[in-house]
């Protein structure tokens, strides 16, 4: 863990189903179904599942649901499965992030103003879950991560970029500097 606390709330997870559908990753009708069905099956939850839904005991939750029937026995099958593939897909990100894999942190960059020589300091552009899709259609993100103070790296990167692709593109990136120091 690269010390990154990750929020694995309830409320997190259902931003992070929006994300999925505004990003591309999942069709936008699927990923509100998601959503849904996370709304639906969960409520009611402990304190402690409501902060960390990797906590959730998602066949109990669907038990309860089914007991109220508020809806046929099919609808909330089909909400119990919805909701194990949100979790399991926002379990993998979450823990993409923790160990680093799919973000960076970054502190916010200092420029200098050309026309009047101060310093500004900008915000880095690099939680890719939280960067808006470039344009409509578009399958890639740009990240602009900062590499020293006067220099941001760029990066054009498909949404549904792999932890193999990923992995590959560390490599390439560790075997750039021609010395040490």
Known sequence: ?????????????LEYCD??????????NTASAMKTACER?????????MQDVRRVDVDGVARKYTNKKIAKPDTCREYRRRVLAAITKFKEHMD???T???????SPITEIDKSTGAEIE????????HIPR???????TTLEIPVRSD???????????TPSEAKRLCKLIEALPISEG
């Not at 994300?19 to 936008?28: D, F, P, Y």
């Not at 470039?134 to 890639?140: L, M, R």
């Not at 220099?151 to 970029?161: I, S």
Request: proline fraction near 7%; include cysteine.
């Open 122 to 129: 900008k915000p880095a552009r690099v939680k890719p879950s």
């Open 151 to 161: 220099f941001k790296a760029q990066l054009v990167l498909p949404y549904d970029l």
């Open 134 to 140: 470039e344009a409509p259609g578009s399958k890639a």
């Open 19 to 28: 994300e999925l559908g505004a990003s591309g990753q999942w069709n936008k």
């Open 41 to 49: 099956l969960l409520v009611g939850l402990s304190p402690d599942e």
């Open 96 to 98: 993409d992030i923790e």
């Open 1 to 13: 863990m690269n010390g990154v606390n990750a929020d694995c709330s309830v409320a997190r997870l």
């Open 100 to 106: 680093g894999k799919a973000s960076c942190s970054a």
